[in-house]
Every structure is written in structure tokens, then in C-alpha cells.
Nanobody, 128 residues
């Protein structure tokens, strides 16, 4: 059972930066992707970034490309989302999630329902 705990959210002004952390416990070798999602009030949960834990390949949503960076520590138990040049439209609850299962060796989990484990979320508020 993978458990995820996010931290690092807060309130910043537009143009500022935040770094979100996701501490993973119960991490197993079958956890192949870690992702960051966000959900604003009245909107669907959307994928922001993901990383393949073995090879480190990354993906970013167009809305954050060039501003956000997903990374992991060497032990692969803490994942980060560095967010720079924040905009008011980045305001949302941010969640980290893990996709476990051998099918992700040959496929890529893109949608929230494909992720098995979720953290409780951390709020990011960007004011103009």
C-alpha cells in the first residue's frame, strides 16, 4: 500500500514560485509513474505533470510547460513539483498520485482514474 503526503502549498503573488513535495511510503518496485494533478473549484481534475520512476521521462501539460518541473530524489521516495512564474489560473488543490502495476511498463497513465494512490492534496493560491 503506497501512501502519499503532499506539502509545500501556500499563497503567493503572480510571478512567484512554490515547490511542492510528495513523500511516498510503502513504495514498491511496481510503482511506475508518479503524477501531479490539480483541481480548481467547479473544474475537473487535470494532469499537470508526470514522471516515470524508473527512466525519469517526464510529461507536462501545455499550460505549465516551461514553468513547472517534476523531479524525484535519488531514493525515489520523494517527488517534487517546482512551480515558477505562477499565474492566478494555477490556483487549485494540487494532488500527487502513483500509478502501480506492470501494465505501465508498456503504457502511460494519463487520466486520474488510472492512478491507484492519492495524497490528501495541498492548496496553491496565486493572487494577481
Amino acid at each position: 500500500q503506497v501512501q502519499l503526503v503532499e506539502s509545500g502549498g501556500g499563497s503567493v503573488q503572480a510571478g512567484g514560485s512554490l515547490r511542492l513535495s510528495c513523500a511516498a511510503s510503502g513504495y514498491t518496485a511496481s510503482t511506475y509513474y508518479m503524477g501531479w494533478f490539480r483541481q480548481a473549484p467547479g473544474k475537473e481534475r487535470e494532469g499537470v505533470a508526470r514522471i516515470r520512476t524508473g527512466g525519469g521521462s517526464t510529461y507536462y501539460a501545455d499550460s505549465v510547460k516551461g514553468r513547472f518541473t517534476i523531479s524525484q530524489d535519488n531514493a525515489k521516495i520523494t517527488f517534487y513539483l517546482q512551480m515558477n512564474s505562477l499565474k492566478p489560473e494555477d490556483t487549485a488543490m494540487y494532488y500527487c498520485a502513483a500509478a502501480a502495476g506492470r501494465r505501465w511498463l508498456v503504457s502511460v497513465p494519463k487520466d486520474p482514474y488510472e492512478y491507484n494512490y492519492w495524497g490528501q492534496g495541498t492548496q496553491v493560491t496565486v493572487s494577481s
